[in-house]
């Protein structure tokens, strides 16, 4: 298990299906499919807490105001700022547990006398895209949703690097791709994190296990000859990190392939599991 580490953000106590969080100066509980164990207290009754979502029997679900907070406010992750909101279906617009996957994309990027070229495939608000940026990489950002793609231009300008070199694409990943392939376009690093469930622009099902080996296919073919990082990130409940690590060893040329759980250290001492990472390096 890999776990991320945060000053401005911190998992104080879980239970009975819930988290209760601390983004900065603002506390919310939400809710956790992982978090099948019962809970010492009642969370709701947290003297700080500012909000809380509730879940609908229908589906999604709405945010219980309990304390005024902003709007929206910024966490910082060492040198990288994030616009933190609470928005439909529990969400912030940031996974604080990628903050390990992060620092290693850093890390290998600076080592690297080279310019590197990343594609950021399900790009959600660029958390990868703004520590690849501050890391000296030129990105290609793409997302289906306009409105998480100004987030992650957003996120870039808190981190002071709104004039680095991304390129900003609203398109389908898969559809994305398939055109990079014909224009012979490479990229030195791929990241994707892409949706357990989803539809295409023209109604077409996705579904993960059906869908991701032939996508890092698809990927495959514009990587470049000298490729430097391959990541895959997932959130489908009961993929485990050994399957993403075959697909990486069955698709990709020879190198180091790590795969493992990713996670947040809580208040409890216990570590929430939060999805899986495979990371193929060359």
Known sequence: MKVAKWKDYQVLKTGDGLKLERWKDVYLLRPDPQVIWKSSENMAKFPLLNAEYIRSETGGGMWNILKKFPAEWTVSYNDLKFLIKPMGFKHTGLFPEQAVNWDRMIDL?????????VLNLFAYTGGATVACTYAGATVCHVDAAKNMVERAKENMRLSGLENKPVRYIVDDCKKFVQREIRRGKKYDAIIMDPPSYGRGPN??????????YSLVELCKEVLSDNPLFFLINSYTTGLQPQVIANILKLILPEGKIDADEIGVETDEGIVLPCGCSGFWTR
């Open 203 to 212: 109604g077409e099902m996705w579904k993960l296990e059906n869908e991701l």
């Open 109 to 117: 990027i600076k080592k690297e006398k080279r310019e590197i070229n």
